[in-house]
Nanobody
């Protein structure tokens, strides 16, 4: 199984960017996908998560009302829409997948089964 994150790049503060994460190698019927990020010199932190049918989502407080997580119901793909990003959102963004029907401790890195390689997001002021 391989997770591929894409869509990163440079954006000005107040702009927008959409990250994508697709799972390849097998079909997942039920899953939870999460996004994490790691800024230079900081630990990796949880950003957002969504379950397989979109009925459950969770965000870290700092991105609520600015970022939106969604998924494509036809395939194991999730999106993270970054609206009005700020310089403090600059980080490498990682996606992760938990092969599970049930919602769980989505903020915990070790809960996930698979990880993508990360995509860099740089926000300039």
């Amino acid at each position: 199984v391989q997770l591929q994150a894409s869509g990163g790049g440079s954006v000005q503060a107040g702009g927008s960017l959409r990250l994508s994460c697709g799972a390849f190698g097998r079909t997942f019927g039920r899953y939870v996908m999460g996004w994490f990020r790691q800024a230079p010199g900081k630990e990796r932190e949880f950003v957002a998560a969504i379950n397989w049918n979109g009925s459950s989502t969770k965000y870290v407080q700092s991105v609520k009302d600015r970022f939106t997580i969604s998924r494509d119901g036809r395939k194991t793909t999730t999106y993270l829409q970054l609206n009005s990003p700020q310089p403090e959102d600059t980080a490498v963004y990682y996606c992760a997948l938990k092969d599970s029907l049930d919602w769980g401790p989505v903020e915990t890195e070790t809960w996930y089964d698979y990880w993508g390689q990360g995509t860099q997001v740089t926000v300039s002021s």
